[in-house]
């Protein structure tokens, strides 16, 4: 994948030039988890209101094979499924996925959560093919507030790349490989999980999530 290549770089970089130890890196692609079940290795919650997301390992396309979808289509508007991933714990963090929107006639939003400290409390950044934009927010106390917005096409039923590079209170969002998002926010300053994210009636595929904890 070629977006991954600068991260190995920077990893290199990181190591060669303080000497730390490299942080824990993983790429879940789900090729090695049963159709029609939930992922290994993830544990589910929802934020807000409605039923809790259903998160069931599909066959895509050849390119993808296997992928991680959110099939529950609760159209309950303050509905936030949250697939967490049990393996990190981190505070910095760069963090990819790629996915698709299958479906959703209120939203079809994709996201990538970090610093997770539980389901009401962490931050996300995710793109929306309904309203064609990228944001990013906290989630405080169930409370989500957005700090950043930017407009781009987000066109269903192909797949994207998003991904977030989180460095102390500096977060980077690129979405397709251009910067869309770049912010400071100081509410979460503690390791956190990982995980993927949805709104409401949003039916998405995710795939090739990359974990990299610096
Ligand atoms: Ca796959």
Redesign the pocket.
């Known amino acids: 994948m070629i977006y991954q290549k600068p991260v190995a770089v920077v990893i290199v970089a990181v190591c060669a030039s303080v000497g730390v130890v490299i942080g824990q890196s993983s790429k879940v692609?789900?090729?090695q988890d049963e159709v029609g079940k939930p992922p290994k290795g993830f544990s589910f919650a929802v934020t807000g209101k409605g039923k809790p997301g259903v998160w069931i390992v599909r066959k895509?396309d050849q390119a993808?094979?296997?992928?991680l979808v959110q099939t529950d289509a609760d159209p309950t508007d303050y509905r936030f499924p949250v697939a967490v991933y049990d393996d990190v714990n981190a505070k910095d963090v760069d963090l990819s996925v790629q996915f698709k929107g299958i479906s959703g006639k209120g939203d079809q939003g994709a996201g990538i959560v970090w610093r997770y400290r539980d389901q009401n409390n962490y931050y996300i950044t995710r793109c929306n093919a309904l309203e064609d934009n990228c944001t990013i927010y906290h989630v405080v106390n169930g409370r989500r507030q957005a700090f950043l917005n930017h407009n781009v096409k987000v066109p269903t039923n192909v797949w994207h790349t998003l991904r977030v590079q989180a460095t102390g209170d500096h977060f980077v969002v690129t979405y397709d490989g251009k910067t869309v998002l770049d912010a400071k926010d100081g509410t979460f300053k503690d390791a956190g999980k990982v995980g993927l994210w949805t709104k409401a009636d949003s039916v998405m595929a995710f795939?090739?999530f990359s974990i990299v904890a610096r």
């Open positions: 692609d789900f090729e895509d993808h094979g296997n992928v795939d090739d």
